[in-house]
């Protein structure tokens, strides 16, 4: 009888799942508080004061201090203030002095075996992404401590790695670590995995927040909030990547909309800027998903942003990019049913083909370009030249909630233009019933980058492909660029997204290919031979690209470091509100990224010339 009522009950509850609505994780109810900080002895509360909670603290609000300090000058924190911060942290060990790994590599503290060993990681990504302070694109930091046998940096030094880091465990010490940089005029930055292709998630002699630990995820089967959403959605921590939240949700029978990247910091900077998937075909962004943030302010106020709560910020959050509005402690998303998947992956060189009958399969590809992006694929494709010899590898097209049969027909055209171009190609067809073990199969592992890589982006408009002419232009550009040298990451999708009201690049609305160029710049180059060398990538090779998407933009998350407009390329005509948004919540302008909103009154006095390996100062 007993177990009869239970399985009543248990069956109601499954046809009639009651309502939730959002919580705090633990870490997030663990805040700073005015009250406390009123409490501790004067020296103390002005170190981690709020915002405008005490008049003295307007002494920062001096135009004339050019520069944030930086080691060595006499107002950099003593021992004892330090001592402070880590008394107010949630544990001794939430701050830590930058150690970069391959200190054991050179001077004092060289070892022969760990060196070796660490050389042999060196290009796992993990073993960058565990560390407080490494980054996946090592150029910006300066080098200034790599293992020999990848670059000499002839000696360890910090260059652009920050001196402390806060490993935060609490929203408390986020809040802790804003307030002492803000209040010291110190520099400011946040690591989540430290993806970013330009540096931004580093900074030298900077204070870190570090993100990472921030693994708290919840899952609502029911969620309802007052915008009228009603639906699956996954409320995560900051630190969560995409290998975890992708198994959490197969767990529970949905799908998030998250990047291809398996080690991609999902809630940090890669949602903050807009965040490209391979579910895009059905759902546009990742932003576009956001039912809310949780963030310590620039202020350092902990606040819900959200569709009734801090609409602007809310806004901004959403494409506006990372390390610029404060620190996101959580994000809520909507989620989706699960899916199948069908994926398809191949590879063309022209060493089997011949140069121009290999030219002529990869313009039949990019031709069919407006057709496939309609028919709801993302690709990851690349195109690399090496010597003479190029390769285009398919790996993979991956067509969401479609069947083996779908996708045949949808490579039908493809590969009938092939055959009429006499070029034999049996694309490999896989299908899953499911979207994590299609994600878990098709997208490899990336590595770090070399220390000689640099990248820049461009979305590429539905009209470059809409007429004979404006593909063979478009090609012929695509086709130069390789053969100049230039390696392609191509994503073809379309990602026109269901919320058009957010402050993400509008360019995304009417691409149909976001296409990644790299190259190679010796870094034992002299500084002049760099600095040519990037001149030529960014204002030859990529300013060829600009002259025909004269509308249309690159995506910050996956851009030249030395982008130029890059306001409008960036953000389009969301610039200015961004800017406003941006002076609102941050005017002491705490926080800092290169080429970020708000970002033109400052920049960093680079020893190598284009990197985060100097002094943050004023510019003008
Ligand atoms: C191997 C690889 C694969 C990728 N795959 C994809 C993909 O599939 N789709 C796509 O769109 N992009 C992809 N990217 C680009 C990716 O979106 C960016 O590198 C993104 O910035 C990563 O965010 P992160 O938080 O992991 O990295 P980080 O380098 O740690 O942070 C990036 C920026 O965000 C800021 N930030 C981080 N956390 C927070 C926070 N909690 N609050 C406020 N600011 C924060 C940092 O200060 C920094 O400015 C990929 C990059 C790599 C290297
Ligand atoms: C580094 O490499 C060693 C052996 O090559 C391996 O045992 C270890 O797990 C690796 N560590 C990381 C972080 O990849
Ligand atoms: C937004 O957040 C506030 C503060 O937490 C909450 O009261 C409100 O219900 C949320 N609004 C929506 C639409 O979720
Ligand atoms: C997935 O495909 C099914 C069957 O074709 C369709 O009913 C459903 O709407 C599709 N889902 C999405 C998100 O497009
Ligand atoms: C485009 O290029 C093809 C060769 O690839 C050529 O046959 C065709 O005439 C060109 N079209 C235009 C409009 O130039
Ligand atoms: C590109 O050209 C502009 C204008 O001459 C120059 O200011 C900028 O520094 C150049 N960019 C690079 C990367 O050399
Ligand atoms: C390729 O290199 C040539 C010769 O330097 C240059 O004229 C041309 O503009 C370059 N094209 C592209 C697309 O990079
Ligand atoms: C500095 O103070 C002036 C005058 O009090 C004020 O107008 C300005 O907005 C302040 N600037 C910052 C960055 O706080």
Redesign the pocket.
Known sequence: MASHILSFLFATAVLFPPSQSRTLFPFEQQQLTREHVASLPEEDALLFAFDGQFDEISEVNNTDKRCRYAPGDKKWPSTKALTKLRKQLSSADALIATVPLASVCYGTTKNDAQCQQLASNWTN?YTHIEDPTE???PLYQGLTCQPPSIYDSGGCTLGGSPSYVIKAKTVSDIQTGVNFARNDYLRL?????????SG??TGHGAFS?W??G?KDIQYFDNYVDESGYKGPAIKAG?GV??FELYKFANQRGVVAV????Q????????I???????LSPLYG??ADHVLGFE?VTPFGEFVTANSSSNTELFWALRGG?????????SVTIRVYKDMPVAAASWSLSSAALGKEKFWAAVKAWFDLANTNADGGVYTYSTLVPKASDYTFTMQPLFAPNKSSTQLNSILAPYLSKLTSLNIPLSPEISSYNSFYPAWQAEFPP????APDTIIASRLFPRANFATDDARNITFNVLRQSVENGTSLIAFNTATRGTNPDISVNPAFRTSVYHIIAATHISPLFPPTAIAAARNTFTNGTLASWRAITPNSGS?V??ADRLEPDWQRSFWGDRYERLVSVKKEVDPREAFW?SR?VGSEGWGVESVRGDGEDGRLCRVG
């Open positions: 990504a980054i996946l694109s930055v946040v690591k989540n995995t430290g993806h970013d292709f931004k998630s927040i993100t990472h921030l900051a990547q995409a998250a990047g291809e990247g080690t991609v910091g999902v809630f940090g900077g890669y903050l800027g807009g965040g490209h998937s391979p962004l990742a963030l990019g990372g390390g610029t509005f404060g620190v996101v402690s990336e590595p770090a980058s995506y998350n996956e990224v970020g």
